[in-house]
């Protein structure tokens, strides 16, 4: 189901657009839109987001990858940045490939990481290519 399937409260209807998509999204729409590649591969679906707390921003879209119904899947931690919206196909591009993705640092749903370990964060930017935003609002 897509962000505008999602949008029981009509938020979505008739907003002014500037860009390719809403400027604010609610993050409950965005729970479980998919998520595909650049190559058209299907790399799973958003099952949650993490917030910073402490600044307000977006951390991680938690992915969900393999298994059937639920049972075997494999949660994936991807930094927000690494994420496009495509408003033509309603769902998110992740520019990995999918055995990069069946290799990336993940997790099972019992035994969730430290997210705010900073170690922990620096692994997974290095492995996607982004910076947290701390290193960018240092610059």
């Known amino acids: 189901m897509n962000y505008e399937e999602r ?12 860009g390719p998509g809403p400027a604010l999204m609610g993050a409950d729409t965005l729970v479980g ?29 938690v992915l969900s990858f393999g298994g059937i119904l639920g049972m075997g899947e494999k949660l994936f931690a991807v930094p927000w940045d690494a994420l496009t919206l495509d408003t033509v196909n309603k769902r998110f591009t992740l520019n990995v490939k999918k055995d990069r993705l069946e290799n990336a640092p993940g997790f099972d749903s019992g035994s969730w990481p430290n997210m705010a370990d900073q170690t922990w964060a620096k692994g997974i930017h290095d492995y996607y290519g982004t910076k947290p935003y701390s290193a960018i609002a240092s610059a």
Do not use: C, F, H, P
């Open 7 to 18: 949008d029981s409260y009509g938020m979505y209807k008739g907003t002014l657009r500037t």
């Open 33 to 61: 839109n998919d998520v595909y590649n650049g190559q058209g591969e299907d790399l799973g679906d958003v099952k949650e987001i993490m917030l910073d707390m402490g600044t307000g921003r977006v951390s991680y879209a």
